[in-house]
């Protein structure tokens, strides 16, 4: 099922940002101006899928991210109890976002829309990054973070999971 014309013709016509070549990670999305804390900076779009279909997807996403050592290029994101977001087309510009250890925007769900929300002000050409919340498990290490922030902890994993990294290392 995909979603609403509207919102991927929105998220295609977006303003907000622009793609180039990011330092941290292949391709990046940055401000194409200055961005307000609160802002919704722009939706995360794809297809809606069952939770079924979903972890059938993340698993053959993961092995493909894998075998070309393409870090962490899974595009399943939850939406709700009964359906995912199946981000991973060309239309969905959002995909391109990097992790960051120091974030300046998040994930949030509102009225079943994935928005990419920015939590700070931003700058013009400044890269837009959010924390990709990835789990603790026996797979972090294919997900090492080059985010270049200060208090960057070498993988791409939820903030809950920083102290049990630093404990096991
Ligand atoms: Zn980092």
């Known amino acids: 099922m995909e979603q609403k014309q509207e919102s991927i013709q929105q998220a295609k016509d977006n303003q907000f940002i622009y793609v180039k070549d990011s330092e941290i990670h292949g391709k990046g999305v940055y401000t194409a101006k200055d961005i307000a804390k609160g802002t919704k900076v722009i939706e995360y779009v794809g297809e809606k899928i069952?939770?079924?279909e979903g972890s059938k997807?993340?698993?053959i996403q993961e092995e493909i991210s894998k075998q070309n050592n393409l870090k962490g290029a899974v595009y399943i994101f939850e939406l709700n109890d009964k359906y995912d977001i199946d981000g991973n087309f060309e239309y969905n510009?959002?995909?391109?976002?990097?992790?960051?250890c120091d974030p300046n925007c998040e994930i949030e769900i509102i009225q079943d829309r994935i928005w990419i929300i920015a939590i700070k002000d931003?700058?013009?050409d400044e890269e837009i990054t959010f924390n990709y919340s990835f789990d603790f498990d026996e797979d972090y290490k294919y997900h090492p973070c080059k985010c270049g922030s200060k208090n960057c902890v070498g993988y791409i994993l939820d903030e809950d999971h920083w102290e049990k990294l630093k404990a096991s290392s």
């Open 50 to 52: 069952s939770k079924e």
């Open 93 to 100: 510009t959002a995909r391109l976002i990097n992790h960051s």
């Open 122 to 124: 931003i700058k013009t």
């Open 57 to 59: 997807r993340e698993k």
